[in-house]
């Protein structure tokens, strides 16, 4: 919201709590108790000359449909489903009870996050990748555009990465954390897909064929760069 907030464009926020105030936006705190839903504050927003309506979640069926319906309008909708990937964030709408036909035309854009450990930059370490965890490794980077590979300049010879401990990381061996990321927008293809009801593998495969990396590839890359450990990313991404 920081990036896109300008005098000319109003921003309002449905959230259960309202941590961080951000200036020129306006930011609503759900009150059940009184009445004020998500469904309810929703409505009344959508009265209002509003361009970006982020809700906190979609928690019921009819607050997703006035999403989606306020997305075909043109006001762009931000909002967070509990999925594991994009993909499966398209079928927890569909079960919310969004047509996928509705679904289809609303929806622009996908995505999925996941936090790791970082490692602690200073004290990492080169460590061989395991033989039996090799195939794996080559068959998910074998699915990442070449060229994208090529511009991240990993090394020749692949290797994961760990941390000794130091005074830098208070001998913790990591220093915050990371995110991994699969961001997808919403293209033709997978446009029809969604609207003609394909299943899982199907919607899985029309990405994929189109370069968009998956949480698990990001975060090889992540291993591979030495920023996280593979054992972190799998535990993260399965």
């Known amino acids: 919201l920081w990036e896109i907030n300008s005098p000319d464009t ?9 941590e ?10 759900i009150r059940r108790s009184e009445g004020l839903t998500y469904t309810a504050a929703l409505a009344s927003l959508l009265r209002q000359d509003i361009d970006v309506i982020l809700l906190a979640e979609l928690p019921n069926s009819r607050t997703a449909e006035l999403a989606a319906q306020a997305a075909m309008n043109g006001r762009l909708i931000l909002s967070t489903v509990p999925a594991s990937d994009t993909v499966q964030t398209i079928f927890h709408l569909i079960s919310l009870g969004l047509s996928p036909y509705l679904l289809s035309t609303a929806l622009r854009v996908l995505a999925a996050q996941r936090l790791v450990p970082k490692l602690c930059q200073a ?3 080169a460590i061989p990748i395991p033989r039996d965890l090799r195939p794996d490794i080559q068959a998910e980077l074998k699915q990442i555009p070449k060229t994208y590979l090529h511009s991240l300049k990993l090394p020749a010879k692949y290797s994961f990465f760990n941390s000794r401990g130091c005074p830098d990381c208070h001998e913790e061996k990591t220093q915050g954390q990371i995110a991994l990321f699969e961001v997808v927008p919403v293209f033709q293809e997978l446009r029809a897909g ?8 199907t919607l899985e495969k029309l990405i994929r064929r189109k370069g968009h990396l998956s949480l698990r590839q990001d975060g090889i890359i992540k291993a591979l760069q030495g920023k996280a450990r593979y054992s972190d990313v799998v535990l993260a991404t399965s």
């Open 10 to 18: 109003s921003i309002a926020t449905l959230e259960d709590q309202v």
């Open 20 to 29: 961080f105030e951000i200036p020129g936006i306006s930011q609503t705190q």
């Open 123 to 125: 004290c990492r370490e």
């Open 194 to 201: 969604i609207a003609s009801g394909a299943d899982v593998a």
